[in-house]
């Protein structure tokens, strides 16, 4: 049978590996940072811009959001979400579950979905399995996410357990519901010539277990034995210490499918893409890039600058003297600072850009140091220097 995705491993440095995930519409490098577009859009970066100047071949849809607006109907009317927002890469799409259990206080959890109020306007709405699955068909993305619960980091094992036994039952109902999509032909997505590929979408499951190892493990096996075209570690940087976060990718990312992509869902900082990829995590994504860019923080190889610091005021030099993209390339951090402090939106922009960039670009180097085994020494270098010059965030 013919696969949706082929993912192929390229190289290993220790755990750290390189590899080619190609879907019908992109041939992805691993391991690979993917933009999160919330709303069918990166806010404040351009398509053209991710496409050219950095090269993103992938990005994230949400389903929860893009399910309330603006709705599965216009989605439908619109052609799925590639037409609609004219991005032609790829998509991977969340299930919404996370949303609804972190945005949503009134709630309700049974057996068959979660009802909740919506934050847009109160209305009644309703998620489960099926109704993931439907609107990320309507979607068309590339890599469709199960619908799962996800119990807070500092959950006890008792509860932990309870929602791994859901996310199980609902990792089937998803996958079912998913086949039926596909044979159905309601994948708004599909493409006839996809260069060997089914043109088919893909189905990740989801990794849950909060910071229980053993829980960990056994939903893994779990996960694996219902079988998927790739896994997720769902539940991680949900307020856990860090420690926790890092004790769970050390014990579990190797023990994953070597032959799937393995995902860390909703993770992170520079710092926590480095180390999961020391563990062997092929795929991340994170809101944080432009999350920070509009609050006027700056990643850069020498930490995280805070573009309101009045020592900037008339500062010549760039946001960062090793970046290469075009902001880093003409804008000075007195003048960034300027638009900032004026409350001009470009400032906003210009620092989500240069953040997205940064992310894209640390995962190419990562690539490059793995490909020649020498992953280690860039593990150590770019989190030395990180450390040393952490001072120049404040």
């Not at 068309?140 to 959950?155: K, L």
């Not at 004026?342 to 992310?359: C, D, K, P, Q, R």
Request: contains cysteine.
């Amino acid at each position: 049978m013919t696969k949706p995705i082929d993912f192929k491993v390229t190289a290993r440095d220790g755990e750290a590996r390189t590899g080619t995930l190609t879907t019908r519409r992109s041939i992805i490098e691993t391991p690979v940072f993917m933009p999160v577009g919330t709303q069918g859009t990166v806010k404040g970066v351009r398509f053209e811009w991710l496409e050219s100047e950095m090269d993103a071949r992938i990005i994230l849809g949400n389903t929860y959001h893009l399910f309330l607006r603006p709705g599965v109907e216009i989605l439908l009317k619109m052609g799925g979400l590639h037409k609609f927002s004219s991005w032609e890469r790829s998509f991977l799409t969340d299930s919404g579950g996370f949303q609804v259990f972190s945005l949503t206080k009134l709630r309700k959890l049974t057996e068959d979905g979660v009802e909740f109020q919506s934050h847009l306007d109160g209305s009644k709405q309703f998620l489960s399995p099926e109704v993931s699955m439907e609107i990320q068909a309507t979607l068309g993305s590339e890599i469709v996410m199960v619908f799962d619960e996800c119990p807070p980091g500092d959950a006890g094992y008792e509860a932990t357990k309870n929602s791994l036994e859901m996310t199980a039952r609902w990792a089937l109902r998803s996958k079912e519901k998913f086949n039926k999509l596909q044979n159905d032909g309601s994948d708004s997505g599909f493409l006839d010539s996809a260069d060997g590929l089914s043109g088919n979408q893909s189905l990740f499951g989801i990794i849950q277990g909060a910071g229980h190892l053993e829980l960990r493990e056994e939903s893994l096996e779990r996960t694996v034995d219902v079988g998927f075209d790739g896994y997720a570690i769902g539940g991680l940087s949900v307020g856990e210490e860090k420690s926790v976060m890092y004790e769970v990718l050390d014990f579990l990312a190797p023990k994953m499918p070597a032959e799937s992509p393995r995902y860390l869902m909703g993770v992170g900082t520079p710092e926590d893409l480095i180390e999961a990829v020391n563990c062997g995590v092929d795929m991340f994504d994170c809101v944080i890039p432009t999350r920070n860019g509009r609050t006027g923080s700056a990643f850069t190889s020498r930490g995280k600058i805070n573009i309101r610091n009045a020592k900037f005021a008339d500062d010549e030099g760039s946001l960062d003297s090793d970046c290469g993209c075009s902001v880093c390339k003409r804008y000075s951090l007195g003048y960034l600072r300027h638009l900032y402090q004026a409350g001009e939106m470009t400032a906003a922009i210009l620092i989500s850009h240069h953040n997205v960039y940064f992310f894209l670009d640390t995962m190419r180097r990562v690539r490059e140091s793995i490909k020649v085994g020498a992953f280690q020494t860039f593990r150590k270098d770019f989190l030395d220097r990180l450390r040393e010059n952490a001072p120049e965030a404040v």
